[in-house]
């Protein structure tokens, strides 16, 4: 079977071998064969290109999403240290007079739940605010008298 080559400028048959046309004298380089080029077999690694990519970012996605739930260490009762330095002794004994006093509430709450942030002292009470910090709520504004350890609002 022979391979006709047509002159694409005049469409005439170029003879085998030829180096230009015969009728035009085009370059016989610039030729059209009449066969349509072969399609480009379209391969799939572009395809496994994506779908690695793909399980990559969901595998990160994974990795970097969950949470691992530690258990929350547990401290302990809270005590007051006798020989604390700088004598803050007192405040010290104010503030746990306070965490018994919301334990011993009807609705007692945790004491690593209870924040208790000191507001000073005046008029001989010392001042807390307490937040209970489990559930996000604000317990008000106390009073502890230093020297009765009676707690009031």
């Known amino acids: ?15 085998r071998g030829s180096g ?15 066969k349509l080029p072969k399609a480009k077999r379209s391969s799939n690694s572009t395809f496994w290109i ?5 399980a ?19 401290t302990g009762p809270v005590r007051v240290v ?5 004598g803050e002794k007192q405040r010290a004994e104010a503030a746990m007079s306070l965490r018994h006093y919301f334990a011993g509430q ?9 924040a208790i942030i000191n507001r000073g002292y005046s008029n001989g009470y010392y001042n807390f605010d307490a ?7 604000r317990l008000g504004r106390w009073k ?8 009031s609002r």
């Open 1 to 15: 079977m022979s391979e006709e080559r047509y002159c694409t400028n005049c469409r005439a048959l170029i003879p």
């Open 20 to 34: 230009v046309c015969p009728e035009c004298g085009t370059y016989a380089g610039d030729v059209f064969d009449g």
């Open 50 to 54: 994506i779908l690695l990519a793909a």
């Open 56 to 74: 990559v970012a969901a595998g990160g996605y994974w990795f970097f999403s969950r949470r691992v739930a530690l258990p929350r260490p547990d």
């Open 82 to 86: 006798g020989d604390r330095p700088g």
């Open 106 to 114: 009807p609705q007692p709450i945790k004491s690593q739940c209870l």
């Open 131 to 137: 937040v209970n910090s489990c559930d996000r709520t």
């Open 144 to 151: 502890v008298d230093a020297r009765t350890k009676a707690v």
